[in-house]
């Protein structure tokens, strides 16, 4: 991947060091580790003890959790050039409770998360739709996060919308 020279932009310097594929990827596989042990808890609150209002708190938590856990998968997907088939892996391991973190620990393993961004100024040119995107968003950090919250908001006002997964009751 890249690795910073002396004419290397600040801003890919920046990406590098505080928030690489690596770190992000292994940050939100985590998260979606606790989200889902919170869940799985207040489930076992809500039928045992009968207080289901944590159910719907750690419920949205780990919606919100899982939905920016896809989206930084399809990031760093088009980033580490992975196949489709380990794409896929990685969007299904958030399906299946705390398989994110054995996941990503396991493609650290293979080498297949970076220090820095292949795309960031000063590295690769970007090649199609989706590396032209993220080659603007790596320019564009902070407008890419904004970008990211809307987006995610987007898609958890959708699901709310539809309704919980099984109905509810």
Partial sequence: MVSPTPETSSASVLTRSKLSPKRLYGFLAAAEMVTWALLIISMVLKYAADLPAFVRVFGMVHGVVFISYILVTIFVWANERWSFVQGLLGMGSAVIP????????????????????????????????????????????????LVGIVLVAVVTSVLLVVGPPGGSK
């Fill in 98 to 145: 705390f398989a994110t973190l054995p996941f990503e620990r396991s493609i650290l393993r293979r080498g297949m998360l970076s220090d820095s961004w292949r795309l960031a100024p000063g590295g690769d040119d970007p090649h199609g739709i989706v590396e032209k995107l993220q080659a603007t968003a790596l320019r564009k950090p902070l407008l890419a996060a």
